[in-house]
């Protein structure tokens, strides 16, 4: 959660049974580096104990405006805050700050800040389908505010319906994306991503592991950070809003989609796992098992990155992928110097929770002239967060050398 690194955050807990919920959110939030301010109202605190956020966050704390012995708390929170998110948040505190009323330290706080703010609703589904607090929540988006909606699940009494919190994790990742840099604005990133399937017959293909997970994170971590993003992907994985996305199933697909759009992008991340043979005359049919045991004759593939690497126009960042076992170094720095790349990314995709399907990722980033980044093991997000550092790294200042 780059995005949080650092950055000062106020949590604001009220009181609905999700604050429990919150107790997550903010041990999230210190875990990706955030400075935690905590505020609960009355209410929360009779849901969950304020020595459990003391304990977790990064200061004491702060229940009431008149708290010793600072004497005007919500100025100083709101102030000093990069975000302001309140999970969960009941009608109640929806209502005062969509009417600027201020009547507690949270609210208080919510209308002495200009920082973003995020808010949380958790109530139940009659309260959560009232028109007055659907309204509220309109008024307050067409303010800027950003509402992460709740879902649907068993609430408090044991019924079941909508106005049950988002998950922790969601949440998080909200608030790092609210406050990621913007490092990539005005910038097209060409991002590439799954695994190509080369029909041997209209029922059987070649193919290869790759989930998409790893291309998928780096579109959604380039998208946060501003770029325009152009997603060439053969999986169905989640997409960020606003991009553009492309599906293709072949490598000669992927080929075309790719070169007809590589020339508008500023950055083009090959991420997807290219079959470098295919079938040379698939089957018009299906194969029949009766009928023996079939030759099936290869041809090449475009090597679709070095095609890049040959028609790269000035100003173009040019990373590949390596998806690598054994030597990994020197295999990557093979590829970087014969497909004139600006940076490799090599996985070693026989260590375990690396490469292919897995969540997480650890890779060795190359670029000439002695640029490395090594990783540890991480989210495939955290991932596309080192590999995007290192390309912003490239194109400001275009050497360096450093460790992570
Ligand atoms: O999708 P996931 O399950 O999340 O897994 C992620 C991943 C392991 C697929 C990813 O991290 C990765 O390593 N991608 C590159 C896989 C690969 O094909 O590596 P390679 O060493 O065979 O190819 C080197 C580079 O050339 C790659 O950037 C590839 O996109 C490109 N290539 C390869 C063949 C070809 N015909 N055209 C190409 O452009």
């Known amino acids: ?65 008149w708290d010793a012995p600072e004497p005007i708390p919500h100025t100083r929170l709101g102030q000093t805050a990069d975000l302001v998110l309140v999970a969960p948040a009941t009608a109640r505190v929806i209502g005062c700050y969509a009417n600027g009323i201020s009547n507690d330290l949270l609210t208080a706080t919510l209308l002495a800040t200009r920082a973003p703010v995020v808010l949380v609703p958790a109530m139940h589904t009659e309260m959560w389908e009232q028109p007055a607090v659907q309204l509220n929540l309109d008024l307050l988006r067409s303010r800027g505010v950003t509402i992460v909606p709740p879902g649907v699940g068993r609430l408090a009494g044991g019924d079941v319906g909508a106005g049950r919190m988002a998950e922790p994790a969601d949440i998080v990742a909200v608030a790092s994306e609210i406050l990621a840099p913007q490092d990539l604005a005005g910038l097209t990133v060409l991002v590439t991503a799954g695994g190509t ?32 993003v152009v997603l060439v992907t053969t999986t169905n994985q989640p997409v960020p809003p606003g991009t553009d996305v492309v599906c293709v199933e072949t490598a000669a697909e992927m080929e075309d989609a790719v070169l ?60 590949g992928f390596a998806a690598e076992t054994g030597d990994v170094r020197a295999y990557a720095s093979s590829k970087l110097r014969a497909k004139g790349l600006d ?12 490469g292919f399907e897995h969540d997480t990722n650890r890779v060795l980033v190359l670029g000439p002239d002695g640029f490395e980044i090594e990783g540890s093991l991480m989210d495939k997000r955290a991932v596309a967060r080192l590999v995007l550092d290192a390309v912003i790294d490239r194109r400001t200042s275009g050497e360096g050398k450093q460790k992570k």
């Open 1 to 65: 959660m780059g995005g949080l690194q650092g950055r000062r955050v106020v949590l604001g807990v009220s009181g609905g049974i999700a604050a429990y919920k919150a107790v997550e959110v903010c041990r999230r939030l210190m875990d990706a580096g955030a400075y935690v301010m905590p505020v609960m109202t009355r209410g929360a605190t009779h849901m969950v104990g304020p020595t459990t956020f003391s304990a977790l966050a990064s200061e004491p704390v702060r229940m009431s405006l």
């Open 197 to 228: 399937r080369e029909p041997i017959d209209p029922v059987r293909f070649v193919g290869n592991r790759s989930s998409g997970k790893q291309g998928h994170a780096l579109a959604a971590e380039a998208a946060a950070r501003g770029a325009d």
């Open 260 to 319: 007809d759009r590589a020339a508008g992008a500023d950055v083009v991340l090959m991420a997807a796992a290219v079959a470098d043979f295919r079938p040379k005359a698939p089957a018009p049919d299906k194969i029949k098992k009766n009928e023996g045991i079939p030759e099936i004759v290869l041809e090449p593939t475009t090597d679709i990155l070095a095609e890049l690497g040959r028609r790269r126009r000035p100003g173009q960042t040019l990373v």
């Open 343 to 354: 940076l490799v990314v090599a996985n070693d995709v026989s260590a375990p929770d690396v």
